[in-house]
């Protein structure tokens, strides 16, 4: 770890948008590449320029109002279709020519010739060139098109893309990709970018969560920990022990078995959050007896943060959240809240979540419990969390109090943290940094199963 945690230089600048959390929660996991360790949000950045930061508010604006209108019965579900319409992503079978720009893609383009959308962010980039590396695609495109001096890379944040992340022409383009999977690297060929601009290298997760280049540490002392809680009577380690003590290179000797948490975590639109306050009201009495430690994440939204307060004093868990067996998490910062999140991961033993670019998450071997998706890509995250073993569709949430402990109890999600742990990267954010410094001796030696 302590390659990854002291000063060095700054090997690219690293750009997200503030649309949700998914784009800047990749680009945390890149902040030690950057200057100062500083991400640039290319949407709200100190001086840029008013009329810009108007064009992207429409956009944000919109998206995160059709998401939380989607509840809304007929309207709502209607005015979201329209919009999930724009970006669906196509079925990749049969495979054939994907390459015809989008709509979204022209429109994209028509801001960038039109509007200089992105022209005064990588004209501050040419002042110090560096390569960007971004989580969102329209400064990518705009670096292109305005001649940047140095490489541009795009990193993806699902297990599929839709067309709009891919140029007007994409086989003149420059552009370099970051794939998080194997899937996304043959969607990227059918729609027309040259292999050898795509590289494989897994989701990016914070190298807190990790713990080593060439190990992941972290991820393998919080398995054990996490074994415990979620397989009290070791109805999965009976079964699996012989592979346990392979991997771990010892006999696998769970420890005594502790509380376990789980921790629900709603979108950047604050969706999903009335699902949360029927799971809560079913695990009350639970919580109280201390057989669930239970942390609700709010994010940066106060409202959503409120929102759970008040659930919290109407289901009678006051002095439970004084002490300690729930909780509200809530950052003014986005930056806090992406490092006090990660922190909540390495003790989470169970991650309840829409399946978002979060669903990344269960290589940290971590059981994802998932909830209803939300737009085109979510379904194809939820199919290969579901390929990978990782995670499962949660159930009615006025009854979590009933089958998540059955859950518990059969080892079946102590089996999800498992085939998290060996199916899905760990690496992406170390292979990232192997590729900007040149370096493939790391690239090599780390396994990358997707």
């Not at 100190?46 to 998401?67: C, D, H, Q, T």
Request: charged share 25%.
């Amino acid at each position: 770890m302590e390659e990854y945690s002291r000063k060095r230089a700054a090997l690219a600048h690293v750009v997200a948008v503030n649309m949700g959390y998914g784009h800047e929660r990749a680009a945390f996991a890149l902040r030690h590449l950057a200057p100062g360790g500083q991400v640039v949000i290319a949407n709200d950045y100190p001086g840029i320029p008013e009329k810009e930061r108007r064009l992207w508010n429409a956009g944000k604006g919109l998206y995160e109002f059709v998401s939380r209108f989607k509840n809304v019965p007929i309207i709502g579900t209607a005015a979201f279709g329209a919009m999930d319409a724009m970006q669906r992503i196509p079925d990749f079978y049969p495979k054939r020519d994907l390459s015809q720009p989008s709509l979204q893609v022209r429109e994209t383009y028509a801001l960038i010739h039109r509007k200089g959308m992105c022209r005064d962010l990588i004209r501050r980039f040419a002042e110090r060139p560096l390569p960007i590396v971004s989580t969102f695609f329209t400064p990518a495109f705009a670096a292109e098109e305005y001649d940047y001096p140095e490489d541009i890379y795009i990193v993806l944040c699902d297990a599929d893309v839709s067309r709009a992340w891919v140029p007007l022409n994409p086989k003149k383009s420059r552009i370099k990709y970051f794939a998080p999977t194997g899937r996304v690297v043959e969607r990227l060929k059918l729609y027309g970018v040259k292999e050898k601009s795509i590289i494989l290298t897994g989701f990016p997760l914070p190298y807190e969560s990790v713990g080593g280049a060439h190990s992941p540490e972290y991820v393998r002392a919080d398995l054990r920990r996490r074994m415990c809680n979620l397989d009290p009577r070791g109805n999965f380690v009976a079964k699996a022990h012989a592979l346990l003590d392979t991997t771990f290179g010892e006999r696998f000797c769970a420890q005594k078995p502790t509380t376990p948490s789980i921790t629900f975590a709603v979108g950047g639109a604050g969706t999903q959050r009335e699902v949360v306050a029927l799971a809560l009201r079913s695990l009350a009495n639970d919580i109280r007896a201390g057989r669930i430690i239970v942390n609700l994440v709010a994010g940066t939204r106060r409202e959503v943060g409120e929102y759970f307060e008040r659930e919290i004093r109407l289901d009678g868990l006051v002095s439970a959240k004084r002490a300690g067996k729930v909780t509200v998490l809530f950052e003014e910062s986005r930056s806090g809240y992406f490092a006090a999140f990660t922190k909540l991961m390495r003790k989470t033993d169970i991650l309840w979540t829409k399946p978002s670019e979060l669903s990344f998450y269960t290589g940290l071997a971590i059981p994802i419990i998932m909830a209803p998706t939300v737009g085109s890509q979510e379904d194809f995250n939820r199919a290969w969390l579901t390929y990978v073993g990782g995670g499962a569709d949660g159930l009615a949430p006025q009854y979590m109090n009933e089958w998540l402990f059955d859950w518990i109890e059969s080892g079946a999600l102590a089996r999800m943290a498992w085939s998290g742990f060996t199916n899905a990267p760990t690496h992406g954010a170390y292979r990232i940094e192997s590729v900007l410094r040149g370096d493939s001796s790391v690239w090599r030696n780390l396994p990358l199963v997707v």
